[in-house]
């Protein structure tokens, strides 16, 4: 099997594909948010409530779902997740009242809390060593390359309508019967019973080892969805006068990147251990957050989001194998999943904390300060140790 280039592995294929439709439900239609906002004649304010009604599900079922895909399997946890994902999903683009919308939308993130996690999860499971490395960057590559093109794609649909966007997502039914019929995945074997599966569970949770992973991973979203996302596009208008489009080009040429570099991670894993490598991410993160506010010219921020991408395509695959191998595969979904809340609370907190730094300072300071907390988790080195196999 090692002879076997890993891209043309048919069950890897498939979890691209699942992968794929995880990342698919925000990108896609935020550039259709100026057109709902006419057309259903909501404030601007209110269309927010399109990502909340979808992230938050996952926020709460996410480490339940976990517990029943060691439980009872990965796939009956993730086809009929899928099959939700796709119909309510779909079930959007004839909406006709915002209420009906957003409890559409809530639908879809019930089905969505069941995808975040369980393709790293099963690529833990098929995988081990190195070659999981180079799985776990390649799907890394995958959910990047997604979330660079789906704002571009949901756009062009949104030009003929505020609806056409959300039809992408029954592309998730197809994927459901592929998994179903053609993914072979090992399932776990659990003769435990479900008190002693959540001790040992627990027992797991409390090593230092596995909170200050779920830490790196807060601190990488918090300065993702804070510093970059939010207060860099904000930062690009206010400085720059940049055209949506723009900082939209600007944003999505970091995904490229970022999906490049997370590509190679089978190849990095062999120069530097995977804990290390993390380390590098963040000092590459808090290096391109400290050279924007320096920046004079709009074309030379590109220095900044390029070494964005490179920290950031290392530090997440990178992550994601790590708290991989902490655990053998009767826990693993649940660890996943736990970890997966982790990431969505960091994507939550990031605005509030950035945004309270850019109330009391300015962008310069703002900046500064992500650099800084970029530094620090590089400098202390959240993670260490030795990864189970």
């Not at 698919?24 to 948010?33: C, E, H, K, M, R």
């Not at 809530?106 to 790293?120: E, K, N």
């Not at 695959?317 to 053998?328: C, D, E, I, N, R």
Request: charged share 10%.
């Amino acid at each position: 099997m090692s002879q076997v280039k890993l891209y043309k592995d048919r069950n890897l294929q498939i979890i691209f594909g699942v992968t794929l439709m995880a990342v698919l439900g925000v990108s896609s239609i935020t550039p259709a948010f100026p057109r709902i906002v006419d057309e259903l004649h909501i404030s601007r304010a209110d269309v927010g409530m399109l990502i909340v009604a979808f992230t938050l599900p996952g926020v709460v079922l996410a480490p339940f779902l976990g517990i029943l895909a060691d439980r009872l399997g990965r796939k009956r946890v993730l086809v009929p997740s899928l099959f939700l994902f796709g119909l309510a999903g779909g079930a959007c683009a004839l909406s006709q009242e915002f209420s009906t919308l957003i409890a559409l939308r809530v639908l879809q993130g019930v089905g969505a809390a069941g995808l975040a996690a369980l393709p790293w999860v099963m690529i833990g499971d098929l995988f081990s060593g190195k070659r999981r490395a180079e799985a776990m960057g390649l799907n890394g590559s995958v959910l990047s390359v997604g979330t660079a093109l789906y704002p571009i794609i949901g756009g062009a649909l949104a030009m003929f309508a505020w609806s056409y966007p959300f039809l992408l997502a029954l592309a998730a039914i197809p994927v459901g019967f592929l998994v179903l019929r053609f993914l072979h995945n090992p399932e776990p074997r659990n003769n435990e019973s479900l008190r002693e599966y959540l001790t040992s569970t627990w027992g797991y949770l409390k090593s230092i080892r596995v909170i200050s992973a779920f830490m790196a991973g807060v601190v990488s979203f918090i300065l993702l969805f804070g510093a970059y996302l939010t207060y860099f596009s904000l930062y690009l208008g206010d400085s720059f006068h940049a055209s949506p489009f723009i900082i939209g080009s600007i944003i999505s040429s970091t995904s490229l990147t970022t999906a490049l570099v997370a590509s190679q991670l089978g190849k990095l894993i062999k120069i530097i251990s995977v804990a290390n490598l993390v380390k590098v991410g963040f000092a590459l993160c808090a290096i391109a957050l400290a050279l924007i506010p320096f920046m004079p010219r709009l074309e030379l921020l590109l220095i900044s989001t390029t070494i964005y991408g490179l920290g950031f395509g290392i530090i997440f695959p990178s992550l994601q194998t790590y708290v991989a191998g902490l655990v053998s595969s009767e826990y693993r979904a649940a660890f996943m999943s736990i970890n997966t809340t982790m990431l969505r609370i960091g994507q939550t907190l990031g605005p509030l904390i950035i945004g309270l730094v850019y109330v009391y300072g300015d962008f310069k300071g703002t900046f500064l300060f992500a650099s800084g907390l970029a530094l620090a988790t590089a400098i202390t080195g959240f993670i260490g140790g030795r990864l189970i196999r």
